[in-house]
């Protein structure tokens, strides 16, 4: 298992072992007959073996057809990850239900129009998301019939809306092409959209988990919400390939550690604030983690001292995934195999086709600084009932084959490996001149009393606009902000140096890690008038 961790990934061909295309619940149906008390799902609550889980999965399908849900509909889930929230998405998926998961962190208002969006035939929900929802009098007789999976008052009982014991749905024929999920966007740069993802996408996925020595050992620990494709690109291929999951309904990092010992885990996805965290505990060195075979992260930029930290003292490959839940081509650094490359993101995945374009669409030459746009066989379908948001994010090359823009700026180096110097809309331009707010974050961080910074820019009457930074400080820190910005300014180039610099408890983040910059913006903003 190990040596194929040596593989570099971007130097064979896509030869997996699985055969041309099997819908995900027949693959755990397959696993349940080889092994059926192998472990399948476990959590806080309860562990399960892939023959329960199987039962349960055609006790889920044929409630739903019950229900009068055929292939096509779709249901919505809203709640912390848990294993029954898991059997009742792979479940769906049996019964050719598409599932549209949704984040607990939302408003009620975004959660009611995502789910009119979806059209959510039936929505199950935990305690925290009802009261949520039952805050807000505009969702009152609103939401589709609400099925409760933690015995809250707030619906049907999930026990009660099962059918009985050893019931099985009527067989369902998936085409490989029909929808599998709707992942919603963070909503983090506006409207959510629903982002229709295929059977033939999770297959990919799951295809692509074979060289990462996912198996019937494997088991996975993850402290992500199911809702997010971070956490799915992890979740599917392990039930894919037999494994087994644990999932954390919540993050806290010694949890985290304790956990992973307990359980002796082997493969885990975590994003850069989590792998941040729990390289700080002071106690990281006294626990047991060499069973890890494989640590992947993805989602927000992954600093390089970061990642050289975890190589150094976290045991098994690192393995940094760079794309978007639209798909459309993913870069892959194994972080092991490549530790003078921890700046950039990697290469082109196999089958992955990456190109930079300029602001006309017009793609450039290798070095150029550019737009990142990518294709390959995992793309989504497109945005659910958007078909103008679909058009905005394609770009077509000479041979009319179609790629989804990013919204990211990068550049690619001669060996083919791809940094990133932002998000596009997050550059700044002051004076006609381009302003990565990377590259300013990068430096602030090198001052010994900055914990955590974001750079963000504002309007200004001078320059167009003007970079600010908001910046954790250490515990301890003797420097104040106007001295922060001093030595800063101090350093940096005259298009770079910053306007105003303030301080702040904690960087805004989505449940993903993601800095949300929008917030930063608006409470500038809000605060200077």
Known sequence: MESVLMADTNAIADASPLPPFICLSDLIREHAQRAPNAPALSGVEQAITYAELDALMDRVAASLQRDGLRLGDVVSLCAAASVRYAVVFLGALRAGVVVAPLAPSSTAISLLSMLGDAQAQLFFIDDDAAKLLDAEPQTRGRLPPRIALDGGAHGRQFEDWLVDEHAKPMPVDVPAQHPFNIIYSSGTTGTPKGIVQSHTMRWAHIQRASIYAYGPDSVTLLATPLYSNTTLVSFFPTLGWGGSVHLMPKFDALGYLQTAQRIRATHTMLVPVQYQRIMALPSFNDFDLSTYQAKFCTSAPFRAELKADVLARWPGGLIEFYGMTEGGGTCILEAHLHPDKLHTVGRPSVGSDIRLIDEEGRELPLGAIGEIVGASPSMMTGYHNQ????????????AGTRFIRTGDVGQFDEEGFLTLLDRRKDMIISGGYNVYPSDLESELRAHA????????????????????????PRGGATDDAKQIMAWYNARAGKTQRLSDLRFIDELPRSAIGKVLKRELRDMYVTRRN
């Open 387 to 398: 078909d103008d948001k679909t058009r905005e994010v394609e770009w077509f090359d000479a």
């Open 449 to 472: 009393d900055v914990a955590d910074v974001a750079v963000v820019g504002v309007a200004s009457k001078a320059w167009g606009e003007t970079p600010i930074a908001f910046v954790v």
